[in-house]
C-alpha cells in the first residue's frame, strides 16, 4: 500500500533554512551512494501480542546485537499493570517482567535502554510511591532497571513534587559514562499555571547507581511545558527536546496554553528556546521528539499547524533556522508524526496515531510516501512508538496499540510488533 504525496516545502525563520544548501544536496548525493536500487517497502506482521506476553506497547522497541527485539507494554502480565518483553528473530516472544502496579511500577508507556552488560532501563508512568508523598494514588511513577536474570530494581520513585512525576511514552537517553536523562509530563512547579495540570514537567538526570537530580524544571511560560519525545543529546553534552505545551500564547497560537517549544538544556540546568512554534504555518503541538543528521542539524515534527493544519515535518538548522519539510494533508492516515526515524543515507521514517494510524517515509526529496496505513484488523491499529532499525536483520521495527488477534484484549487485540523490508 504505497501512496506518494507531495506537501511543498515552505521556510518560517528565514537565514539558511530558505534554500537548498550544499549540505542537504550533500545528503541526497549519499543517499544515492548508499541506498540499494528503488524498490518497494512492504509491512508485515512480526509478533501478534497476547494478555500474558502483553497488551497495548506504546514505547520505542530497542535490538541487540544479535537481532532480539525488546519493548515494553502498557497492561497485560498477571496485574494487567504492564510488562517488558524480548522477541527473537524468528518471532517467539519471552516474558522477561510483569509489573505489579506497586513499588516496581506499573503502565510502562516508555521504550528501553540496554546497556553492554545486557541491563534494561526504563520508565512507569504508575507505581512508586503510592499516596503520601505523591498526589496519586496509583503512583508517579519509576525509572527501573531490569537484570538479564529478569531482576527489576527500581533506581527512582517520582513524588510528583520537585522532581516530576508521570514519565510519558519516551524513551530514556544514555551519555555513555554511567547516566541516563529522561523528562516527566508533570510535578516540578506546581503554582501558577502549572497547578492546573499538576506541574509542567521536568528534565532529570540519573546515574546507572541511581543518583537522582532534576536539570530543569519547566514553568509553564514562554519556556515550555509537559515536554515530550525522546531527549537528543549532542556531542557537547546538550540535550533538546520539544515540549507539547507552553511558548507563544495568543496571536497566531488558538492554544490558550501555547503551542509548545523545541528546547535545549545544558549539563549546568540552563534553558534556551530554539524555536517557540506560533501556530498557523509554523505548526503546533510536537511529541515527536528529534532526531540529528550529525552535522547539527536537528528534525522533528508537530501534530497540528501547517498549510493544511494537520502537521509538519521541520528541520533546524545549529543556527536555529527552521525550515518546514512537510505539510500533511492527512490524507490516507497520514497525517502530523507521533515519532520520527531517520536512517544513514537522510530519509526520515513516520508513524501518525490518527485514524486507525500510518507509517510513512519522506526522503531526501521530500517526497512522502505511506509505507502502509492500517485497517485495524491482523495488522494493528493506532502505532505510536517510533521505528527502530534492526542492523542485525536489516528492517525497520514498530508497534501498533491495539488490534491483531480482535478475540483478546476485550475484541480490542492486544496490538502488534510490524516489520517493514527496505
Same mark, same amino acid.
Given at each position: =500500500?504505497?501512496?506518494? =504525496?507531495?506537501?511543498?516545502?515552505?521556510?518560517? @525563520?528565514?537565514?539558511?533554512?530558505?534554500?537548498?544548501?550544499?549540505?542537504?544536496?550533500?545528503?541526497?548525493?549519499?543517499?544515492?551512494?548508499? &541506498? /540499494?536500487?528503488?524498490?518497494?517497502?512492504?509491512?508485515?506482521?512480526?509478533?501478534?501480542?497476547?494478555?500474558?506476553?502483553?497488551?497495548?506497547?506504546?514505547?520505542?522497541?530497542?535490538?541487540?546485537?544479535?537481532?532480539?527485539?525488546? $519493548?515494553?507494554?502498557?497492561?497485560?502480565?498477571?496485574?494487567?499493570?504492564?510488562?517488558?518483553?524480548?522477541?527473537?528473530?524468528?518471532?517467539?516472544?519471552?516474558?522477561?517482567?510483569?509489573? %505489579?502496579?506497586?513499588?516496581?511500577?506499573?503502565?510502562?508507556?516508555?521504550?528501553?535502554?540496554?546497556?553492554?552488560?545486557?541491563?534494561?532501563?526504563?520508565?512507569?508512568?504508575?507505581?512508586?510511591?503510592?499516596?503520601?508523598?505523591?498526589? #496519586?494514588?496509583?503512583?508517579?511513577?519509576?525509572?527501573?532497571?531490569?537484570?538479564? /536474570?529478569?531482576?527489576? %530494581?527500581?533506581?527512582?520513585?517520582?513524588?510528583?513534587?520537585?522532581?516530576?512525576?508521570?514519565?510519558?511514552?519516551?524513551?530514556?537517553?544514555?551519555?555513555?559514562?554511567?547516566?541516563?536523562?529522561?523528562?516527566?509530563?508533570?510535578?516540578?512547579?506546581?503554582?501558577?499555571?502549572?497547578?492546573?495540570?499538576?506541574?509542567?514537567?521536568?528534565?532529570?538526570?540519573?546515574? +546507572?547507581?541511581?543518583?537522582?537530580?532534576?536539570?530543569? %524544571?519547566?514553568?509553564?511560560?514562554?519556556?515550555? #511545558?509537559?515536554?515530550?519525545?525522546?531527549?537528543?543529546?549532542?556531542?557537547?553534552?546538550?540535550?533538546?527536546?520539544?515540549?507539547?505545551?507552553?511558548?507563544?500564547?495568543?496571536?497566531?497560537?488558538?492554544?490558550?496554553?501555547?503551542?509548545?517549544?523545541?528546547?535545549?538544556?545544558? =549539563?549546568?540546568?540552563?534553558?534556551?528556546?530554539?524555536?517557540?512554534?506560533?501556530?498557523?504555518?509554523?505548526?503546533?503541538?510536537?511529541?515527536?521528539?528529534?532526531?540529528?543528521?550529525?552535522?547539527?542539524?536537528?528534525?522533528?515534527?508537530?501534530?497540528?499547524?501547517?498549510? &493544511?493544519?494537520?502537521?509538519?515535518?521541520?528541520?533546524? &538548522?545549529?543556527?536555529?533556522?527552521? %525550515?518546514?519539510?512537510?505539510?500533511?494533508?492527512?490524507?490516507?492516515?497520514?497525517?502530523?508524526? @507521533?515519532?520520527?526515524?531517520?536512517?544513514?543515507?537522510?530519509?526520515?521514517?513516520?508513524? #501518525?496515531?490518527?485514524?486507525?494510524?500510518?507509517?510513512?517515509? +519522506?526522503?531526501?526529496?521530500?517526497?512522502?510516501?505511506?509505507?502502509?496505513?492500517?485497517? $485495524?484488523? &491482523?495488522?494493528?491499529?493506532?502505532?505510536?512508538?517510533?521505528?527502530?532499525?534492526?542492523?542485525?536483520?536489516? #528492517?525497520?521495527?514498530?508497534?501498533?496499540?491495539?488490534?491483531?488477534?480482535?478475540?483478546?484484549?476485550?475484541?480490542?487485540?492486544?496490538?502488534?510488533?510490524?516489520?517493514?523490508?527496505?
Amino acid at each position: =500500500m504505497h501512496q506518494k =504525496m507531495q506537501g511543498g516545502r515552505s521556510d518560517v @525563520d528565514g537565514g539558511e533554512g530558505k534554500t537548498v544548501t550544499a549540505r542537504f544536496a550533500l545528503v541526497v548525493l549519499c543517499a544515492v551512494l548508499l &541506498s /540499494s536500487p528503488l524498490q518497494a517497502q512492504t509491512l508485515s506482521v512480526f509478533y501478534t501480542f497476547t494478555p500474558d506476553i502483553g497488551a497495548g506497547p506504546e514505547g520505542n522497541l530497542v535490538a541487540d546485537g544479535q537481532g532480539n527485539l525488546y $519493548g515494553t507494554s502498557t497492561y497485560g502480565g498477571r496485574a494487567q499493570v504492564g510488562t517488558i518483553y524480548k522477541i527473537d528473530t524468528h518471532g517467539t516472544p519471552t516474558l522477561l517482567y510483569a509489573f %505489579t502496579g506497586k513499588a516496581d511500577g506499573g503502565v510502562p508507556e516508555g521504550g528501553l535502554v540496554r546497556d553492554a552488560a545486557g541491563n534494561l532501563y526504563g520508565t512507569t508512568f504508575q507505581g512508586g510511591i503510592l499516596g503520601g508523598s505523591c498526589p #496519586s494514588l496509583l503512583g508517579c511513577g519509576v525509572v527501573f532497571k531490569l537484570s538479564p /536474570s529478569g531482576r527489576l %530494581t527500581p533506581l527512582h520513585a517520582f513524588t510528583g513534587g520537585a522532581d516530576g512525576s508521570a514519565p510519558g511514552f519516551f524513551s530514556l537517553t544514555a551519555d555513555g559514562a554511567g547516566n541516563l536523562y529522561g523528562t516527566t509530563l508533570g510535578g516540578g512547579n506546581l503554582a501558577g499555571s502549572c497547578a492546573l495540570n499538576a506541574g509542567c514537567g521536568v528534565v532529570f538526570k540519573i546515574s +546507572l547507581a541511581g543518583k537522582f537530580g532534576v536539570l530543569y %524544571t519547566f514553568n509553564g511560560t514562554g519556556d515550555g #511545558s509537559e515536554p515530550r519525545g525522546t531527549l537528543f543529546r549532542d556531542r557537547a553534552g546538550n540535550l533538546y527536546g520539544t515540549t507539547l505545551y507552553g511558548g507563544v500564547k495568543g496571536a497566531t497560537c488558538p492554544n490558550v496554553v501555547g503551542c509548545g517549544v523545541v528546547y535545549k538544556v545544558t =549539563m549546568s540546568g540552563k534553558e534556551t528556546v530554539v524555536h517557540s512554534f506560533s501556530g498557523g504555518a509554523d505548526g503546533s503541538g510536537s511529541q515527536a521528539g528529534l532526531v540529528s543528521d550529525g552535522l547539527g542539524n536537528l528534525y522533528g515534527g508537530t501534530e497540528d499547524g501547517g498549510t &493544511s493544519k494537520f502537521g509538519t515535518v521541520f528541520e533546524l &538548522s545549529p543556527a536555529g533556522n527552521k %525550515t518546514i519539510l512537510f505539510n500533511f494533508s492527512c490524507g490516507n492516515g497520514a497525517c502530523g508524526p @507521533d515519532s520520527l526515524t531517520r536512517d544513514p543515507a537522510g530519509n526520515l521514517y513516520g508513524v #501518525s496515531f490518527a485514524g486507525n494510524g500510518s507509517v510513512f517515509k +519522506l526522503d531526501v526529496n521530500e517526497n512522502l510516501t505511506v509505507i502502509h496505513a492500517f485497517v $485495524g484488523g &491482523s495488522d494493528g491499529v493506532h502505532p505510536l512508538g517510533g521505528l527502530v532499525f534492526n542492523t542485525a536483520t536489516h #528492517s525497520l521495527f514498530g508497534t501498533t496499540f491495539f488490534a491483531g488477534d480482535q478475540g483478546d484484549c476485550a475484541s480490542n487485540g492486544c496490538g502488534v510488533v510490524y516489520q517493514v523490508e527496505p
